[in-house]
């Protein structure tokens, strides 16, 4: 495909994390290629359903220039979404960038809470027992997989 724009002016090193349930970061670099009063601006789609949202509180550079984005209230309402940024200048067109992301994969889970142990005097193990983490898209807890390991007796 042709993309309008000079070359080698679209972002680089796109990536995406969302933590603490409903958080998200994304960061990119300049293209190289891109002229020193190029801007960036990203937009990103959570269901084909829902309009393309523009970053609310983007994280900038030293230059001033649109390098990241945080979002807050984020809600997986799709496996997939869509994210495209691009770009403006003064006297050149900057080529877009555009990515489908799946947001299971990006999400850094938080850790197990409520974990008990109990073990009773005349038992011969222990009963150990905890609440699944949190998600940010609060459904299929089924898909987790544990691994205790004991410390010490």
Not at 6 to 24: D, L, P, Q, T
Not at 70 to 76: L, S
Request: one cysteine or more; glycine letters at 6%.
């Amino acid at each position: 495909p042709v993309f309008a724009g000079v070359n080698g002016s679209a972002i680089e090193n796109f990536s995406c994390v969302i933590y603490n349930i409903s958080f998200m970061n994304c960061t990119w670099q300049a293209g190289r290629g891109a002229p020193g009063d190029a801007q960036y601006f990203l937009y990103w789609q959570n269901s084909r359903y829902d309009d393309a949202m523009e970053c609310e509180l983007y994280i900038k550079d030293e230059n001033d220039r649109n390098v990241g984005c945080r979002f807050q209230n984020v809600r997986i309402n799709t496996p997939m979404a869509y994210f495209l940024v691009n770009g403006s200048s003064r006297d050149s067109l900057i080529q877009f960038y555009d990515k489908y992301i799946e947001l299971y994969k990006i999400e850094i889970l938080t850790p197990p809470s409520n974990v008990t142990v109990n073990c009773p005097g005349d038992a011969v193990g222990c009963i150990v027992t905890w609440q699944p983490p949190l998600k940010s898209n609060g459904k299929r807890k089924d898909c987790f997989m544990y691994e205790i390991h004991i410390q010490n007796k």
